[in-house]
């Protein structure tokens, strides 16, 4: 019986292992297939963790860039600012001669206006600015003690005696403004008319 049992399974091995050899075949593609995506998985990381250290490194770079263009164009500033300024420093007679000016809305013949307003960060500087024309002036020492004020790029000249003031650009040879008369000026030129100055033309009596 023994015999026989053990003859039965010798003719069985063989049927036993093409059996069992397709079952092998099919797991090995199975456990590449779910090897595939683990790597490519594992390769992603990997990039990622790659590329953020370079877009910190970038981060970082545009910053320092910004902050040094910014710095530059600080001191850049700064140092445009102090030229405005020395350039704008008076000497104690122009300013002065500034604090004689007239500022506010003047009145002026043919119902024009000037404006004249003074410049708080440029001591003694002023804004003369009326319909089509906009000057920034400073005071100018002269020997009638006439006051006045020149805007040197503009070319224009604003004078001012007791009982009014004008406004001329001499680049253009014309007056802009004639007439022009503050409350003070107008003051004293009703005084003048009512005592008019005795003219050196005329006899002495």
């Known amino acids: 019986m023994k015999s026989f049992i053990a003859s039965a399974l010798m ?3 063989p049927a036993l292992a093409l059996a069992q050899t397709p079952a092998k075949t099919e797991a090995k593609p199975q456990t590449k297939a779910a090897a595939k995506p ?11 963790a790659d590329k953020a250290p370079a877009a910190k490194k970038s981060s970082v770079a545009k910053t320092e860039g910004t902050s040094s263009r910014s710095q530059l164009k600080s001191a850049a500033n700064q140092v445009a600012t102090g030229i405005i300024a020395a350039e704008a420093a008076l000497s104690p007679e122009e300013l002065a001669i500034a604090e004689r000016v007239h500022v506010g809305r003047i009145p002026c013949e043919l119902g024009a206006f000037v404006t004249v307003t003074a410049e708080p960060a440029s001591p003694g500087h002023f804004h003369v600015e009326g319909k089509g024309f906009k000057y920034f002036m ?3 020492a002269t020997t009638t003690g006439t006051v006045r004020l020149e805007d040197q790029k503009g070319g224009a000249v604003w004078l001012q005696i007791a009982n009014k003031s004008m406004l001329m650009n001499q ?5 802009l403004a004639d007439e022009c008369m503050s409350p003070q000026q107008v003051v004293v030129a009703e005084a003048i008319k009512k005592n008019p100055p005795v003219s050196v033309l005329e006899p002495l009596k």
């Open 11 to 13: 003719l069985l091995a």
């Open 38 to 48: 683990a790597a490519k998985s594992d390769t992603k990381s990997a990039k990622a």
């Open 138 to 140: 400073a005071p100018v």
């Open 171 to 175: 680049k253009l040879g014309q007056r």
